[in-house]
């Protein structure tokens, strides 16, 4: 079978296999010196950030746990697993459907700067999500085993309610925020972020109900009432425009009415908050796939697949015009509509942060999507996180503590030095004993450049960075 027909079967082995949950990152949301960073969440962070240029080199985010499989490790964590000393991965066999969510960003070059009161920044990045519902206990052995797996051959298999959607994608983004009121007890800023997509493929599966049966060699299908949508386009065909909303109130301390970020009317001191509190909608647009792209519904469809496993298709006209062999024939009523048009996973954002002084803060991010998965429209996950953090400008550190879709509660890390950021929001994977079903990581490196040169000399003890520009 080759790599096209297997796609489907792949990408439903993410969701049912390989459960991969969006990783946001949290530790380092809400840094007052990452405005790269902080802006996924929220554009408007990119305000009066105290870093006046940031130049992110690259970056990765990655996070992946697993409902079906795990490493039962004896020793602390993945720790076993990663030397060879733990066991082979085993399976859940709790029969429950399987839900799913996969989310991968690599961040390629960006800038922000701090000019005035203003901010602007543009940076690149490259995603990938999947987001899966309701897969069948049954399936998800079939494609862990392979389609040999004959303890369920000869056997009416059914799926009710299941929906599979992956897209991958470029950005190239372009960022503005505004402190659009200073007054000497508060801030008000706002930001947005329009960005241009760049669709890479797609695949959604929407199964309403559909019974089928194995044996060693054909497939038969009955009953399939759905739809299923495929595409892809070369890079700068398949696009489409998106959008991030947002704003920030600060409590300000000892504040100015006059104060302007890096002014040398200032002393070129940076303002600080008691509190801040921000709401943002992350996410807004979607993607139009108009070449190799259609949505075929199917209503009662019956199929016959002989000698699955030797199938051969090449690309991805011939994918679709098996696909249309199939299920579109005088048999079964089908309804094809040409071109795919894919949501981003839109959600609202909400950040707090409180200043606990001495460099001591503690914050709270809440994330809730806004729709939920369909055939053509990704979700993301819910998330709420409590962030304990010391910061300062050559140095932060984080302890977030969250759960995503308000399930099993987990401890990260997350640590910035001068240029480096690196951090986990799940550490319980090396530091406890429990099965490993995952484990995630992000990190990244830029340049900071933190004052304006004329600053320098009101700036105490500069040395010990990377280089004399670094901080300065």
């Not at 899966?132 to 399936?139: A, N, S």
């Not at 599979?164 to 801030?187: C, F, K, N, P």
């Not at 951090?423 to 530091?431: A, E, H």
Request: overall charge negative; proline content about 4%.
């Amino acid at each position: 079978m080759s790599r096209y027909v297997k796609l489907i079967w792949s990408l439903a082995m993410l969701c049912s296999v390989f459960w991969c949950r969006g990783q946001e990152g949290i530790g380092m949301a809400l840094s007052n010196y990452l405005p790269s960073h902080a802006v996924q969440l929220n554009p408007a962070l990119a305000a009066d950030s105290k870093t006046r240029f940031d130049i992110l080199l690259g970056g990765v985010s990655l996070y992946a746990t697993n409902e079906h499989t795990f490493y039962d490790a004896e020793g602390p964590g993945v720790i076993p697993v990663l030397f060879g000393n733990g066991t082979n991965p085993v399976q859940d066999f709790d029969t429950h459907p399987r839900d799913g969510y996969l989310d991968m960003t690599i961040d390629g070059p960006s800038a922000f700067a701090v000019l005035g009161r203003s901010s602007v920044g543009l940076s690149t990045r490259y995603r990938a999500m999947f987001n899966g519902q309701d897969m069948p206990y049954e399936l998800a052995q079939f494609i862990y085993h392979g389609f040999r797996h004959w303890p369920l051959y000869d056997s009416t298999l059914y799926i009710d309610d299941m929906n599979l959607v992956g897209m991958s994608w470029g950005e190239v983004a372009l960022t503005y925020a505004r402190m659009i009121q200073v007054e000497e007890d508060h801030h008000l800023n706002a930001g947005v972020t329009v960005k241009r997509l760049f669709g890479q493929d797609h695949v959604g599966i929407g199964v309403g109900r559909m019974q089928y049966m194995f044996d060693s060699q054909d497939l038969y299908i009955q009953d399939f009432t759905g739809s299923y949508s495929l595409g892809t386009d070369d890079i700068g065909f398949g696009n489409g425009w998106a959008m991030d909303v947002g704003m920030i109130y600060r409590k300000t301390i000892h504040g100015n009415p006059d104060y302007i970020p890096f002014s040398t009317e200032n002393r070129c001191q940076k303002s600080q908050y008691r509190y801040q509190l921000g709401v943002s909608v992350i996410d807004i647009g979607q993607v139009n796939f108009r070449q190799n792209s259609a949505i075929v519904d199917l209503q009662d469809a019956q199929a016959f697949w002989p000698n699955y496993i030797d199938t051969d298709v090449s690309n991805i006209d011939e994918l679709d015009d098996f696909l249309a062999s199939t299920f579109e024939n005088d048999q079964n009523f089908t309804d094809r509509t040409l071109g795919t048009k894919v949501s981003l996973p839109t959600a609202l954002n909400i950040q707090f942060d409180y200043n606990l002084d001495k460099g001591l803060f503690l914050g709270a991010v809440l994330q809730q999507p806004l729709h939920a998965s369909e055939l053509t429209r990704l979700r993301r996950a819910s998330i709420f996180g409590v962030i304990p953090r010391y910061e300062t400008d050559r140095m932060e550190f984080a302890v977030p503590i969250s759960t995503y879709e308000y399930e099993r509660l987990q401890v990260g890390l997350a640590f910035r030095y001068l240029g480096l950021t690196i951090g986990s929001d799940d550490l319980g994977v090396i530091l406890s004993d429990r099965d490993v079903y995952g484990a995630d990581f992000y990190a990244a490196i830029r340049i900071p450049v933190l004052y304006r040169p004329d600053c320098r000399d009101k700036q105490r003890d500069n040395r010990g960075l990377i280089a004399p520009c670094w901080g300065q």
